[in-house]
């Protein structure tokens, strides 16, 4: 009966070493019931993130209109060609 009792207080008196095993395997435990929706949010945000990305890239190209840009600047370098150099003679 001697022995149970001390086995008993021996449970009840962790070392330090003990506490930190047994805090980590219930964090492990903790991580391994919650991974399938800690995956879920991840995906739902990555996919957040693309769309906004995505969403940025496609208002931009539309809203600057590229092609007319590029347009304007041959139709300036035409009329440049056409006038020639800018020199003492010609100004």
């Not at 009840?12 to 964090?27: F, H, I, P, V």
């Not at 435990?29 to 949010?41: C, F, T, V």
């Not at 995505?54 to 092609?67: A, C, D, H």
């Amino acid at each position: 009966m001697a022995e149970k009792g001390a086995e008993g207080s021996a449970k009840a008196s962790l070392t330090a070493a003990e506490k930190q095993l047994r805090g980590s395997r219930q964090e492990l435990d903790y991580w391994k019931q919650n991974a399938a929706r800690l995956r879920r949010r991840n995906r739902l945000t990555g996919l957040a993130i693309g769309a906004f990305v995505v969403g940025m890239f496609s208002y931009t190209i539309l809203s600057v209109k590229q092609e007319r840009i590029l347009d304007e600047l041959d139709d300036e370098a035409k009329i440049h060609i056409m006038r020639g150099p800018r020199t003492g003679a010609n100004s």
